[in-house]
């Protein structure tokens, strides 16, 4: 890194600490309307990149002032150049006067045509169904795929390896094009209904990350893909009341804990037509996951993982496409859970392929033999790898995040392929946060983003073997400028020690804080294994949020308990199983208590818990369950009951309900809403595929049953998210800020 970005780092903190100075004049004040409504205080990202084939330059996408319209430039990595590979006026349909608005793009692998993503549409959590375009560079024209199919209805459309046909997805039925000649041919005729072909049902999106369903073989002449049945799939109904005089119901085939999945398979069919060839898979589909499926480079081979119901046992078969033979290679078991990860690249000529696993109680990168009987670590030592970056083998190494110091902060290092020697750090020692990283398949240079609690998204071009800057992408000045006429005080980390282990934590005080007077604290809980709270980041939204209230004159408070997603050993994150709802409130009550220990401006006798999703069902355990510390609480888009949610995440995290009757029981908020004795609020909309509404007129009930008083607001036609139509998310949060103000 560059001396003057360090320079600027160490600046723009002082600058930030130094504002936040009691009495501080002149400064704006912070207000709900400008963080959710104006979005004044949104940090810039740095559009979509794509490194190019000769990894000399990357591809981005930028507006046009004079059209108005997206346009691809190429910038050069050394010199900077910048050349426009596609202009607004290529992607301006004939008849037409408007550019096409790219929410998405993929090169051939010649570079010589360009797919284009746009007019989408959103499925379930991500906007994956829409139109599809193609753009040849070397004639210019600019067709689109699937003309005489029903608009915004393709689906993962990707080329072929030789870049003259796209296959994609369109009404549960895979589709070939051929791109010279625009014959499209129907793969599959039996999608609709309960079939489905190509992509995937409601919780394999969720919860595995399924959401592509189909792949081209290396050599283009098939196509491997899986199709799901989901008749014995338990329909679950939400109720649409206000787009009508008559209520709509919407079907959702929802798998809940206990039930029947979908039946899973994967098949082999030749690109040009044909009947589907079906891998035997051994065990009942629907009662194990197909959870992943890839060609193996340069084969008619497939890899397949499948998970059992269990989810503590991952079977990897390689699948010849030809025979339709299923040889099992690895075994990946675990007495709690195991986790997938997509982190698989083939080495020494197919022999030999990476995989991650949590065997000596650190998750690490190994190198795996093809029989599966030769395994070497890759990554060493007492620490995690968060995530993987780049396996350049030809280079010889694996570049990686990871945080062996301090679990709020992540770090590039990197390791030798061949296991040789030790992990060395990437990231500058000087540069505090959070760092990621797109890098080239070369691994010569990438594009670097830094962050940290008081540090919006800094996003530069860097020499990766020198960690230099080339080019400065986006630093976010705006908001630095107005973070600084908002003197907040900055976020403080620090750590509780509960005596089973010490948690990290982070604390926001208000803007004229006096360690002489007693402040009420609000604690924000997500506690559940899918994710943390405690991060030295920029945050989202409820970073804004956090500052608002510390403004109020709250302290803001945060704890990841035991159990949360965390670089902290397989034993921290796995503790929980079977318990899930458990020890993470006990973890937190017990670091409240001694937080009121730590810190004599704590009022005790006003301590508030809110949390979302998973963080609601905590915030509701802890009010329940530990009346004694937690006098008001706001459980937003909760789990009330348990056997209410996904089979595939509930189960993996609990075990089966038949296995652990008690666990479920417990861990349920529903079976303790008679032990209320605080302020509560709960919040969920009522179009909530995830997390469904059904848990929110439950836990009423309940309550009503045993005469506790509580408050309660639905918001009509908003999912999980709760953002959906006019002035909602402002809406909310001012509900429930005056509900702090009248109860805390």
């Excluded at 397949?304 to 269990?310: A, E, G, K, W």
């Excluded at 009420?520 to 506690?527: A, D, E, M």
């Excluded at 609020?681 to 848990?695: E, L, P, R, S």
Aim: aromatic share 12%; hydrophobic share 35%.
């Amino acid at each position: 890194m560059t001396k003057n970005l360090s320079l600027w780092l160490f600046v723009g903190v002082a600058i930030f600490l130094n504002n936040s100075t009691i009495g501080q004049k002149n400064t704006k004040v912070l207000t709900l309307e400008d963080i959710y409504k104006n979005n004044l205080y949104s940090a810039k990202g740095f559009g979509a990149i794509r490194w190019m084939k000769d990894n000399a330059g990357y591809s981005t996408i930028e507006n046009n002032a004079s059209t108005n319209g997206n346009e691809i430039v190429r910038y050069e990595v050394n010199s900077g150049a910048k050349k426009t590979l596609v202009s607004a006026a290529q992607l301006t349909p004939t008849g037409t006067s408007t550019p096409l608005v790219i929410a998405n793009y993929i090169w051939s692998e010649d570079n010589t045509k360009l797919l284009i993503f746009t007019n989408t549409r959103k499925v379930w959590r991500q906007n994956s169904r829409g139109d599809y375009w193609v753009l040849d560079l070397q004639t210019n024209k600019l067709s689109q795929l699937g003309k005489g199919l029903e608009e915004a209805m393709l689906m993962f459309a990707k080329f072929s390896p030789d870049g003259t046909r796209a296959a994609y997805v369109s009404k549960l039925n895979i589709y070939v094009e051929d791109l010279t000649s625009g014959k499209i041919t129907k793969l599959t005729t039996d999608g609709g209904g309960n079939i489905i072909n190509g992509t995937f049902d409601w919780v394999y999106e969720e919860e595995l990350d399924c959401r592509d369903g189909f792949r081209w073989s290396p050599d283009g002449k098939s196509i491997a893909y899986w199709q799901s049945d989901t008749k014995n799939v338990g329909t679950f109904y939400m109720i649409n009341n206000v787009d009508s005089i008559y209520s709509k119901p919407i079907p959702l085939p929802y798998p809940k804990v206990g039930t029947a999945n979908s039946a899973v398979k994967v098949g082999v069919i030749s690109a040009s037509g044909g009947e589907t060839k079906w891998f035997n898979v051994p065990g009942d589909p629907t009662n194990n996951y197909l959870a992943r499926m890839e060609f193996i480079p340069a084969s008619d081979e497939v890899m397949i993982q499948q998970l059992n119901r269990l989810q503590n046992t991952n079977t990897v078969w390689i699948g010849n496409t030809k025979t339709m033979a299923l040889n099992t290679i690895l075994t990946d078991k675990d007495e709690a859970y195991l986790d997938l990860h997509d982190n698989i690249v083939w080495l020494e000529n197919n022999q030999f392929f990476t995989w991650t696993s949590e065997k000596d109680g650190w998750l690490h990168l190994y190198k795996v033999s093809r029989d599966g009987k030769q395994s070497s670590l890759i990554t060493k030592g007492n620490f995690d790898v968060v995530n993987i970056n780049c396996i350049d083998p030809k280079g010889g190494y694996v570049y990686y995040i990871a945080s062996p110091e301090n679990f709020t902060q992540r770090y590039l290092y990197r390791s030798r392929i061949d296991g040789k020697g030790e992990a060395e750090r990437v990231s500058p020692k000087n540069l505090a946060g959070q760092h990621s990283y797109q890098i080239s398949d070369d691994a010569q240079y990438a594009i670097h983003t830094f962050e940290n609690a008081t540090t919006p998204r800094r996003i530069s071009l860097i020499n990766l073997n020198t960690h230099t800057e080339i080019k400065l992408l986006q630093d976010n000045a705006d908001l630095k400028t107005k973070m600084k006429e908002l003197a907040l005080r900055p976020k403080e980390f620090f750590k509780v020690d509960i005596g089973e282990a010490v948690l990290d934590a982070w604390i926001i005080k208000p803007k004229s804080f006096d360690p002489k007077k007693k402040y009420p604290v609000i604690f924000h809980v997500y506690g559940e294994p899918a994710g943390s709270t405690v991060q030295d980041n920029w945050g989202t939204g409820d970073n804004f949020w956090h500052q608002y209230l510390a403004n109020q004159g709250y302290v803001v408070m945060s704890v990841d308990n035991r159990g949360t997603k965390v670089p902290r050993g397989r034993d921290f994150r796995k503790c929980i199983y079977r318990q899930i709802g458990l020890l993470a409130a006990d973890d937190q009550a017990k670091a409240a208590k001694k937080i009121i220990t730590m810190y004599p401006f704590v009022d005790a006798k006003r301590i508030g818990i809110w949390g979302w999703s998973g963080g609601g069902q905590m915030s509701l355990h802890c009010m329940f369950r530990h009346s004694d510390v937690y006098k008001t609480g706001i459980a937003v888009s909760f789990v009330a009951l348990q056997t209410l949610y996904d089979n595939i995440y509930q189960e993996r995290y609990m075990g089966l309900p038949s296995d652990n009757v008690e666990g479920y029981r417990e861990g349920s908020p529903v079976t303790h809403a008679s032990k209320l004795k605080g302020n509560l609020m709960i919040i969920h909309g009522t179009a909530d595929d995830n997390v469904h509404y059904q848990n929110f007129e439950l836990l009423a009930n309940e309550l009503i049953k045993h005469n506790k008083l509580f408050s309660m607001l639905s918001y009509p036609m908003r999912d999980h998210s709760i953002n959906q139509r006019e002035n909602t998310t402002l809406h909310m949060r001012r509900s429930m800020e005056k509900f702090w103000k009248d109860n805390l």
